[in-house]
């Protein structure tokens, strides 16, 4: 039986990967590549730029995000049974997902399959850096200090959900936001706290944008894949005299 690995990678700027989590890469037999439907390539594969990977050892997947769970569940199997497959004829397999592994990622469905197909197989799951970790480094931007409370959520449907999550905690992150960002920075702007507030999309690839302070934001230029809102209630407090 080969070994499995996921391996988180980026988001954004080749090199975000941990050293164990790189000799895992550069040992397996095959890496999965997931490549969202309708995407032109894999946004995990570029985020490891740099690092040579032999083209045979590649096995790109498209990703079906139907909403309709049931299609998804038929979706994961299929897929694990691919990767079981493999497994089974001795192959070490390496699984890629954009960020870290198991927050809000699609490799926490992937394992569950495989592990209702193989019970007890051998897998190591490596953690990865996470959007907003690679946002709050890419502007400077501190996510929490002393005992300020933070929420990390999928974007609601809603403005009033919202507000209440802004005003039961410190910081907000948001992630998942799509086509609700126009509203969102309208509330922001509403409640006075969108100058405190931060975006970013798609960190150190093409498209890149960074925006220390939202208020002047224009979601029509900003919307899409790979955002990520950093949500502060008041003002950074000034620490040092």
């Given at each position: 039986m080969g070994h499995f690995w996921g391996i988180g990678v980026g988001p954004g700027p080749n090199g975000y990967l941990p050293l164990a989590a790189l000799e895992a890469l550069q040992s397996a037999d095959l890496i999965f590549t997931p490549r969202a439907r309708g995407a032109d390539a894999s946004?995990?594969?570029?985020?490891l730029a740099g690092i040579a990977l032999r083209p045979e050892r590649l096995r790109e997947i498209e990703f079906n995000m139907d909403p309709d769970r049931s299609v998804l569940r038929t979706h994961y199997g299929e897929l694990a049974d691919g990767i079981a497959a493999e497994l089974c004829a001795g192959r070490d397999v390496a699984y890629l997902t954009i960020g870290d592994t198991l927050t809000y990622s699609t490799y926490g469905y992937v394992l569950a399959a495989l592990q209702q197909r193989l019970p007890g197989f051998v897998h190591r799951t490596f953690p990865?850096?996470?959007?907003?970790?690679?946002?709050a480094a890419a502007m400077d931007w501190p996510l929490g200090?002393?005992?300020?409370?933070?929420?990390?959520?999928p974007c609601p449907d809603d403005a009033v959900a919202l507000r209440a999550d802004i005003e039961s905690h410190d910081i907000v992150v948001l992630m998942k936001i799509g086509a609700r960002l126009e509203w969102v920075l309208a509330l922001l702007r509403e409640m006075g706290?969108?100058?405190h507030c931060a975006f970013a999309r798609k960190i150190g690839l093409a498209g890149e944008l960074l925006v220390p302070e939202v208020e002047h934001l224009?979601?029509?230029?900003?919307?899409?894949?790979?955002?990520?809102?950093?949500?502060?209630?008041?003002?950074?407090?000034?620490?040092?005299?």
């Open positions: 946004v995990a594969l570029q985020c990865g850096i996470t959007s907003y970790a690679a946002a200090e002393g005992k300020q409370r933070m929420l990390i959520l706290i969108a100058r224009d979601a029509s230029l900003a919307s899409g894949y790979l955002a990520t809102l950093l949500i502060r209630k008041t003002a950074v407090e000034q620490r040092a005299l």
